[in-house]
């Protein structure tokens, strides 16, 4: 990674100002899932153990320049007070003299946490006012908000144009990881692409086709490339106005040499329903649809998976979230957890599903970012990695 860090800069005493990603899934102001919160420690507490006075900022939801009780950070301030074991000030509001004041009384290791951004209008618009509001809150700003790094906002890259700016150890962890896999993949290298539909794909599998060895496409969009090779496919999804993409994309492919596994047995459904009648087909009958992979497509998208030395996986390959439909992502999982080479999940659904089946300590990564890690695999330069100074 060509990008500053943290480790780049003495921070003793310092007023460092860090975007963290601490939009954690909460129920009855609870927090169902801390991943984000535990995701940032090594950061903050790098940051407390070098003298610095560390306030953070995040989002929570999308309360869309409203304040919502719902959407506080109040919980997460106390959780993260009660991992760091120390006192974490929300402060609130943060555009104000009165924030000043308590940051600047901040000791050194002292961790302040600023009220949800997104509850002024300033931050999802990138208000130059807004974010020279935020920077003066700070002496450096540490972009650790791999998960908000595709959004040009104020808390993400607007800080950035009024303070040095730096990454995080957990933007330094994903971009590395990528970077591994996307310009220097170990061979073969094999994708798994999956998700419901393929125009939510495009860009990352004209961007993959130029780089993989092998290609699994599972999950929804599957069926539109099957139905762009005249294949039945009862009732399931597809996207009519992409078939021609699809051809056109499988034509990429079989130029590049890249080998392209579609399913080639389905398990279906006659209702998308976790009740609904099921049946294990190779093609799919009328009034039917595909709602995972087969047991014969599983075994040869296992096999090749561990046949390969770099391992991509975005998207699931059919309705994991309902236990009919889960056994072809499960089995890609664990076929990934058990690979001997680099496995990188995509964030978003893959992680969840990871996640879900017990399998994310197997991997070598798991994104954080489900936005982010998309572009990045569409080959785009991220706002909030943009924004950083360069290393050296």
């Given at each position: 990674?060509?990008?500053a860090?943290?480790?780049?800069?003495?921070?003793a005493?310092?007023?460092?100002l860090?975007?963290?990603?601490?939009?954690?899934?909460?129920?009855?102001?609870?927090?169902?899932?801390?991943?984000?919160?535990?995701?940032s420690?090594?950061?903050?507490?790098?940051?407390?153990?070098?003298?610095?006075?560390?306030?953070?900022?995040?989002h929570?939801g999308?309360?869309?320049?409203?304040?919502?009780?719902?959407?506080?950070l109040?919980?997460?301030?106390?959780r993260?007070?009660?991992?760091?074991?120390?006192?974490?000030?929300?402060?609130?509001?943060?555009d104000?003299?009165e924030?000043?004041?308590?940051?600047?009384?901040?000791?050194?290791?002292?961790?302040?946490?600023?009220?949800?951004?997104?509850?002024?209008?300033?931050?999802?618009?990138?208000?130059?006012?807004?974010a020279?509001a935020?920077?003066?809150?700070?002496?450096l700003?540490?972009?650790?908000?791999?998960?908000?790094?595709?959004?040009?906002?104020?808390?993400?890259s607007?800080v950035?144009a009024?303070?040095p700016a730096?990454?995080?150890?957990?933007?330094?962890?994903?971009?590395?990881?990528?970077?591994?896999?996307?310009?220097a993949?170990?061979?073969?290298?094999?994708?798994?692409v999956?998700?419901?539909?393929?125009?939510?794909?495009i860009l990352?599998?004209?961007?993959?086709?130029?780089k993989?060895?092998?290609?699994?496409?599972?999950?929804?969009?599957?069926?539109t490339?099957?139905?762009?090779?005249?294949?039945?496919?009862?009732?399931s999804k597809?996207?009519?106005?992409k078939?021609d993409l699809?051809?056109?994309?499988?034509?990429?492919?079989?130029?590049?040499?890249?080998k392209?596994?579609?399913?080639?047995?389905h398990?279906?459904?006659?209702a998308?329903?976790?009740?609904?009648?099921t049946?294990?087909?190779?093609?799919?009958?009328d009034g039917w649809?595909?709602?995972d992979?087969?047991?014969?497509?599983?075994?040869?998208?296992?096999?090749?998976i561990?046949?390969?030395r770099?391992?991509?996986?975005?998207?699931?390959?059919?309705?994991?979230?309902?236990?009919?439909?889960?056994?072809?992502?499960?089995?890609i999982?664990?076929?990934c957890?058990?690979?001997?080479?680099?496995?990188?999940?995509?964030?978003?659904?893959?992680?969840?599903?990871?996640?879900?089946f017990?399998?994310?300590?197997?991997?070598t990564?798991?994104?954080?970012?489900g936005g982010?890690?998309l572009?990045?695999?569409?080959?785009?330069?991220?706002?909030?990695?943009a924004?950083l100074k360069?290393?050296?």
């Amino acid at each position: 990674m060509d990008k500053a860090t943290v480790r780049d800069v003495n921070v003793a005493g310092l007023r460092v100002l860090v975007r963290a990603d601490l939009n954690v899934p909460m129920k009855n102001g609870v927090i169902t899932d801390e991943t984000r919160i535990t995701e940032s420690l090594p950061t903050v507490r790098y940051l407390m153990a070098q003298g610095a006075r560390v306030i953070l900022m995040s989002h929570l939801g999308r309360p869309d320049g409203e304040r919502m009780d719902s959407a506080s950070l109040k919980p997460v301030a106390e959780r993260l007070g009660a991992l760091l074991g120390v006192n974490v000030q929300l402060i609130d509001p943060i555009d104000t003299p009165e924030a000043l004041a308590i940051v600047d009384a901040l000791p050194r290791g002292g961790v302040a946490l600023l009220q949800n951004v997104r509850f002024w209008p300033g931050e999802t618009k990138n208000d130059p006012v807004f974010a020279k509001a935020l920077s003066r809150l700070g002496d450096l700003f540490v972009n650790d908000a791999f998960g908000a790094s595709h959004r040009a906002h104020a808390s993400v890259s607007g800080v950035a144009a009024y303070l040095p700016a730096v990454a995080g150890f957990l933007v330094e962890k994903e971009l590395a990881a990528f970077d591994k896999v996307l310009k220097a993949p170990d061979r073969p290298f094999v994708a798994i692409v999956g998700g419901s539909k393929v125009s939510d794909k495009i860009l990352v599998l004209e961007s993959l086709l130029a780089k993989v060895d092998s290609l699994l496409i599972g999950g929804g969009m599957a069926y539109t490339f099957l139905a762009a090779q005249g294949v039945p496919i009862g009732k399931s999804k597809v996207e009519a106005d992409k078939l021609d993409l699809a051809r056109d994309l499988l034509g990429k492919a079989k130029v590049r040499g890249v080998k392209v596994h579609l399913p080639t047995d389905h398990v279906c459904a006659d209702a998308f329903s976790e009740t609904a009648a099921t049946q294990v087909a190779a093609v799919v009958p009328d009034g039917w649809m595909g709602l995972d992979i087969g047991p014969e497509s599983t075994k040869t998208f296992c096999s090749v998976i561990a046949g390969a030395r770099t391992v991509l996986w975005n998207g699931p390959l059919g309705v994991f979230e309902m236990k009919p439909f889960s056994a072809g992502t499960r089995a890609i999982g664990e076929a990934c957890a058990a690979s001997t080479g680099t496995t990188i999940i995509g964030g978003g659904d893959s992680a969840a599903a990871a996640n879900q089946f017990g399998l994310s300590s197997r991997m070598t990564h798991v994104s954080t970012g489900g936005g982010a890690s998309l572009e990045l695999l569409e080959g785009k330069v991220l706002p909030g990695v943009a924004c950083l100074k360069a290393r050296g």
